[in-house]
């Protein structure tokens, strides 16, 4: 239901764009949302987006970094992510969540496969 792509290498200060494509039974008004899981470290969310009134939430940690956006058209959803940090290391996922608008992160209700993100000088 998910294909997550745009990971890669990049060093610090650096810019990614991750890219989920939503297909299969998830609808178009399901939150959708960005996690990572750093090496032993638990997943934690990042940002998500809803698919009704295009309300957004940000793990502090990004604010002011990452931008999340979704195209309704294409059944996809972006992270724009500057000024990476080694921190931001992580394999990010995208997930979704039964949820008409966001005003705190999302609890997904199923995941993508992930994409890997490496930090790295």
């Known amino acids: 239901q998910f294909v997550e792509s745009g990971g890669g290498l990049v060093q610090p200060g650096g810019s990614l764009r991750l890219s989920c494509e939503v297909s299969?039974?998830?609808?178009?008004?399901?939150?959708i949302a960005w996690f990572r899981q750093a090496p032993g470290k638990e997943r934690e969310g990042v940002s998500c987006i809803s698919g009704t009134d295009g309300s957004t939430a940000y793990a502090d940690s990004v604010k002011g970094r990452f931008t999340i956006s979704r195209d309704n058209a294409k059944n996809t959803v972006y992270l724009q992510m500057n000024r990476l940090k080694l921190e931001d290391t992580a394999v990010y996922y995208c997930?979704?969540?039964?949820?008409?608008?966001?005003?705190?992160?999302?609890?997904?209700?199923?995941w993508g496969q992930g994409t890997q993100v490496t930090v790295s000088s």
């Open positions: 997930a979704a969540e039964a949820r008409l608008t966001v005003q705190t992160m999302c609890v997904p209700d199923y």
């Open positions: 299969g039974f998830i609808p178009r008004y399901y939150s």
